[in-house]
């Protein structure tokens, strides 16, 4: 008898697979319910921006800060925009303004000695045609002449001698409509360094040059390698200005003629090139602390004539740095002691100056117009008091037939 075949049955999911019990369905039930509920709060925060983004609106900025503009200056311009903006130029150097009008006469030490006289020359001035008038104010041995208040000096009797004040002589000169301008000399100084020793040369051992031996009566110079010096000089400048002066003439803006032993004593700078700028430091700085005031600083005609033979020669040693000056303007005068001398111009030429002083104007004056070519320059004679009246006319038109208007008789 055959046996039947036993029939198996075949299912798909495990075979071991138990039942669930109750609590695990329930809790099952809970944890759906959990996703369910994260996935919706996923969707409300998701979805705004999602869209945004997708219809272009990108928002980056968040809610604790401010969304960024950019600046107004970085707005790209239009052609049209560009066309009627005005273009950047480049400011001009500043031209240096013209010191002296008309003719100009320096009055004498003893105009200023007090109100009184200084009324009545002011009065005789005025009835000769001059409306401008010039004072020296500080002199060749270092004196002032008025009574300053500037405080490294005001209390020292040998150098201020002065009786009357700045402003007092600028309000007479303006009772009287009269322009008012000083004239001071400045490294020409024989007296600072006694009041402060650092404001004369010095030597290579520290003790004081003078231009001369004691017993000959070598005397000191003022520095313009010292701040000191250049602080005194500007303080002067600063204090006349204040005053009311329209204008300052720096005169004595040199070194002294140093010979070569005296270069063998004193610091190598002052043999270099280098030691003018020292000079054109001095007038920048006396010209930007004289505010309002014209400043020009003066230099000798027969020293800037001769200055190919010799690059140091006196106040023609500023000429070649003349450029550097920022504000002051450049008066040229002749000494009346040049009178009479002859110029060694070069080792080819030498120039005669005539014993009168309207003919030496017309020959050195025709020679110093051609050196100067096209920078703007006053010009005038110096020691004009040894002139008299006469004389001092025939200058002025020697100057006028040159093509000179601006004129001082210094």
């Not at 010209?287 to 014209?294: E, L, M």
Request: charged fraction near 25%; proline fraction near 4%; include cysteine.
């Amino acid at each position: 008898m055959k046996n039947k075949g036993m029939k198996i049955k075949r299912r798909r999911k495990g075979f071991y697979k138990k039942r669930k019990s109750t609590a695990r369905k329930v809790l099952e039930v809970i944890l759906v319910i959990l996703l369910i509920a994260a996935l919706i709060f996923i969707g409300y925060s998701v979805a705004p921006p999602l869209i945004k983004f997708i219809s272009g609106e990108s928002n980056t900025s968040s809610t604790s800060e401010p969304a960024w503009t950019p600046p107004e200056t970085t707005t790209t311009t239009t052609e049209s925009e560009v066309t009627t903006t005005p273009p950047v130029t480049t400011e001009k150097p500043q031209e240096k303004p013209q010191l002296l009008s008309g003719t100009t006469v320096i009055a004498p030490d003893s105009a200023i000695a007090s109100t009184s006289a200084l009324g009545t020359y002011l009065e005789s001035a005025k009835k000769s045609g001059y409306k401008t008038v010039m004072f020296h104010l500080k002199d060749d041995t270092g004196r002032l002449l008025y009574k300053s208040a500037v405080k490294t000096v005001k209390d020292n009797e040998t150098i201020v001698t002065g009786k009357l004040t700045a402003a007092q002589i600028v309000s007479l000169c303006k009772k009287a409509e009269i322009i008012p301008v000083a004239v001071i000399d400045t490294l020409e100084d024989h007296l600072i360094s006694t009041v402060i020793s650092e404001a004369g040369f010095r030597t290579a051992d520290d003790w004081e040059w003078l231009d001369a031996s004691p017993d000959k009566g070598g005397r000191p110079w003022a520095t313009p390698y010292s701040d000191v010096t250049v602080t005194y000089i500007s303080d002067i400048t600063k204090e006349l200005s204040s005053a009311g002066f329209e204008g300052i003439i720096l005169d004595g803006v040199k070194f002294p003629n140093f010979g070569n032993y005296d270069y063998s004593l004193l610091p190598k700078e002052l043999k270099e090139s280098g030691r003018t700028d020292k000079l054109i430091a001095l007038v920048n700085k006396c010209s930007s602390t004289a505010g309002s005031s014209h400043t020009a600083v003066n230099i000798d005609a027969a020293q800037l004539l001769t200055l190919n033979k010799a690059y140091y020669k006196g106040t023609a040693e500023l000429w070649k740095n003349k450029a550097k000056l920022s504000k002051a303007g450049i008066v040229v005068t002749l000494d009346v002691n040049t009178l009479g001398t002859t110029l060694a111009v070069s080792d080819t030429e030498n120039v005669k100056v005539d014993k009168d002083a309207a003919k030496a104007v017309a020959t050195v004056f025709e020679k110093v117009k051609k050196l100067a070519g096209d920078t703007d320059i006053t010009v005038g004679i110096s020691g004009s008091a040894k002139l008299t009246a006469a004389q001092k006319k025939s200058v002025e038109n020697a100057f006028k037939k040159l093509g000179y208007e601006n004129i001082v008789l210094m």
